[in-house]
């Protein structure tokens, strides 16, 4: 093949030198428009797996790289004077400079032509004169740029102000430094490299950045390679304590913004994106370089089974795409807590340590426990003093209040509709369904969606609370949860709007009724999606109706033995579509501005919490973006939940979505979780008011890691509970916890211990000296070689 690379970064020499090595025949061609010794930054980190897949590809670059490398395996955090040391990670760090040159050295020895000092030909003259043209050249690739309209990128330039700077203080493992100033927070990243020097990342809020003075220099054009001196003296002054008289280095520093870097495709015909021309991913997670040269053994490894070039390319954006998306969704929740670390400040400091240790979701409590039982059971020591409970336990096991209401632990089962109602009527169904559910163990069981009137429903399967006939046989599944259980019952109250008179789920969702429609109402006459019923314009008689028929449901609720009551005001139903600028476009009192499409929903609520007594909690589920552009946005989710919360809100349940059929929602773990996080700093927790998170939360390991970092007070898992209704129990058993908080019913309790998976009469014989994790947790801390600090 021959085979042209623009761009002689690590990605790209080191696919070149794989290709070489693997046919000799291969002509590889790489185009570099810096000198060879020319890079940015000071050092590159790799994780075990990177390195592992390194040494089974070139031993020769391994070998090199490993002679290299800092290792250790601590994360300091020092937060405002408080120091935490958390072992057991492992990293290996090395120069950049020095991996650039292990790299042109192998491609050289290989025969690879490489051109420095010299810019790419043109892309089309490339592609043209040759079989494969990777396009390596980084985060500005002018290669992606000519083919965007293939490519589909996407440039996301984030708030957060960094400056990349070195030190020739040698740090012993990687460092966070946060900081509190007169100007806002500021966060160090700091980790050694080789034994003189150590990489040293400053990151503030821009906002925090314009206020100590660092924009002096926003306009001022710096020449190639030239640094911000400037700013280098002013970290220089403020970060004094922590630098200890060393020096800070630089290499072409000065001020960025990151950019989060996404395309569509990665290869159109023969020309390849690798590298930051294909993907970025925040600094905080991890290197550009390890992924640049991941990308390289995955395309390498493509080329060399398929027998074409096409085929190998597809299979490579295949194999390696969802990788790298995996990457970038830990990165973007790691960039946005970094984005957001103010709200942290007031926060307990192991508290913060955790949060901060836990920000990508990739990291969790038991993944901590693993590497570093003592910090992990300083966690759990430290929220049972936080939360005035009464002993130590994992924290979904700690008792919690909603307002007056006591809860056992902090497990919700989440609102889930079941369209198995006749007339609005539960029945066997529902008692079975949730009463199972509070016999597994859950603290706080919903119901799905009680629709306050016959048109208020979404299917006709719904169940209702619209007269006395539905609030007998609510009684009835009331009475089993109080009667059979230690857990508590809570009524989530509804109104479809716009979304209802349609069919059951399994049927066609959101599809209308092909007989027996009903008339639907929302803020505007906007259908939800493609295909759906277009409202009718809410007026003030019908918004005086739905305020009575929510006032008249919440009274039979109460009649019913509920002992929660939750308005429904997310997921695109009629309150939630009067708070949403995408549904609502009213040019009355009830639209435009937040504060007016406010107006209606706490009508709703004020009239629910009117009918409800004080010993009943009222509290709101709520949707805290849209996924749409114009939609409701986070800071619209703090302002509502705040209007609640002064409306006696006793819990914010924050979910997201379903206001509008054409929605884009970033799925993964714990996705909406970082919107309760935000609402529970930023205006609940000051208030004494509960927040629950919920989506995508399926494992005991997810809930005492939200619990544990602050992100939420309560965790609601919905379908976790429809496979196992007995999720909660089953968790406690697997933490050999016992206690009131994870009670098993006197029924069940000889089934309270996991059963035998396998034979357990065998005794193994002893055969070490010393017992596997005696030596308790591994804290490697890196040190400068003799010869060097001698030198």
């Not at 000198?35 to 980190?45: H, I, K, L, R, S």
């Not at 495709?265 to 905080?284: C, Q």
């Not at 007594?613 to 114009?630: F, L, Q, Y």
């Amino acid at each position: 093949m021959r085979i042209a690379v623009a761009g002689g970064g690590p990605g790209g020499l080191y696919f070149a030198a794989l290709m070489k090595q693997l046919d000799p025949a291969h002509q590889v061609t790489v185009w570099e428009r810096d000198a060879p010794d020319e890079t940015f930054g000071f050092g590159v980190v790799f994780s075990d797996e990177t390195l592992s897949g390194i040494d089974n590809a070139d031993e020769v670059v391994h070998a090199a790289m490993e002679s290299g490398f800092a290792r250790w395996t601590d994360i300091d955090i020092d937060f405002n004077g408080h120091r935490f040391t958390v072992g057991g990670q492992g990293f290996a760090a090395m120069s950049r400079r020095d991996l650039l040159r292990i790299l042109q050295e192998r491609a050289a020895a290989l025969g690879v032509t490489v051109h420095h000092r010299t810019p790419a030909p043109d892309v089309d003259e490339l592609r043209a004169s040759h079989d494969l043209v990777v396009a390596a050249d980084g985060l500005h690739s002018t290669i992606r740029t000519k083919y965007a309209d293939v490519f589909g990128p996407s440039l996301d330039r984030r708030r957060n102000k960094y400056i990349w700077l070195g030190t020739d203080l040698v740090f012993e493992a990687f460092q966070f430094f946060v900081r509190q100033t007169r100007w806002g927070t500021m966060q160090i990243h700091g980790y050694p490299y080789s034994d003189t020097g150590s990489t040293f990342i400053v990151e503030m809020h821009e906002d925090v950045w314009r206020r100590a003075g660092f924009d002096r220099t926003e306009d001022q054009v710096f020449p190639p390679g030239a640094s911000d001196t400037y700013a280098v003296a002013r970290v220089r002054d403020i970060f004094a304590d922590e630098l200890r008289g060393h020096q800070v280095l630089t290499n072409n520093s000065k001020w960025l913004n990151f950019t989060t870097v996404r395309n569509e495709r990665w290869y159109d015909g023969n020309v390849v994106l690798l590298g930051d021309a294909a993907h970025t991913a925040h600094f905080s997670i991890g290197s550009g370089t390890k992924l640049a040269m991941e990308d390289a053994l995955a395309l390498a490894a493509c080329l060399h089974e398929h027998p074409t070039v096409a085929g190998a390319l597809e299979t490579y954006q295949a194999e390696r795409k969802p990788v790298v998306e995996s990457t970038q969704r830990a990165a973007q929740a790691s960039l946005e807590w970094f984005e957001n670390i103010g709200m942290y400040a007031g926060q307990e400091p192991a508290r913060f340590a955790f949060n901060l240790l836990t920000r990508s979701r990739r990291i969790t409590f038991e993944n901590l426990k693993e590497r570093d039982a003592e910090f992990a059971a300083l966690m759990e020591t430290e929220f049972a003093r936080d939360q005035q409970a009464p002993g130590v336990a994992p924290a979904m096991f700690q008792p919690v209040r909603i307002g007056p209401l006591a809860l056992k632990n902090r497990v919700v089962v989440s609102p889930m509709d079941m369209y198995s109602a006749e007339s609005g009527v539960p029945g066997d169904f529902h008692l079975v369904h949730l009463g199972s559910k509070a016999l597994g163990g859950a603290g706080l069981v919903m119901t799905e969606m009680v629709c306050v009137s016959p048109e208020g429903r979404i299917t006709p399967g719904c169940t209702g609370l619209w007269n006395d006939e539905q609030r007998e046989a609510w009684r009835r599944v009331t009475d089993f949860v109080h009667d059979s259980t230690t857990g508590r019952i809570g009524l989530q109250l509804g109104h479809a709007g716009r979304k209802g008179s349609t069919q059951l789920m399994w049927e066609g969702m959101d599809r209308p009724l092909d007989d027996g429609n009903w008339e639907v109402i929302g803020p505007s006459a906007i259908p939800y999606g493609t295909g759906c019923h277009v409202p009718r314009e809410a007026t003030r008689d019908d918004m005086d109706k739905v305020v009575a028929d929510f006032a008249a449901a919440a009274e039979r609720g109460v009649r019913a033995g509920f002992d929660l009551i939750e308005v429904h005001a997310a997921h695109g139903y009629l309150l939630s579509a009067f708070l949403s600028p995408v549904a609502n476009r009213r040019t009355d009192a009830y639209g435009g501005p937040l504060e007016n499409r406010l107006r209606f929903p706490l009508e709703v609520f004020d009239a629910v919490r009117r009918a409800a007594p004080p010993g009943i909690p009222v509290t709101v589920r709520i949707s805290a973006t849209d996924w749409m552009p114009d939609g409701t946005t986070e800071d619209d989710a703090v302002d509502i939940a705040r209007a609640f919360i002064a409306h006696g809100a006793a819990a914010i349940d924050v979910s997201t979505g379903q206001v509008a059929q054409d929605e884009k929602p970033a799925f993964g773990r714990s996705y909406q979780t970082p919107f309760a996080d935000r609402i529970r700093h930023k205006v609940a927790g000051p208030a004494g008011v509960k927040v629950i998170a919920v989506g995508a939360i399926s494992s005991y390991d997810d809930v005492n890691s939200i619990l544990l970092a602050g992100r939420a007070d309560l965790c609601a898992l919905g379908r976790p509970h429809l496979y196992n209704p007995q999720w909660t129990l089953q968790a406690a058993a697997e933490q050999e916890y016992r206690g009131i908080g994870g009670e098993w019913p006197v029924q069940w309790q000889a089934g309270r211990r996991p059963p035998p998976a396998s034979r357990t009469d065998k005794i193994p014989p002893r055969l070490a000296l010393l017992r596997e994790g005696a030596a308790g947790t591994v804290h490697l801390r890196w040190t400068p070689r003799p010869d060097t600090v001698s030198a």
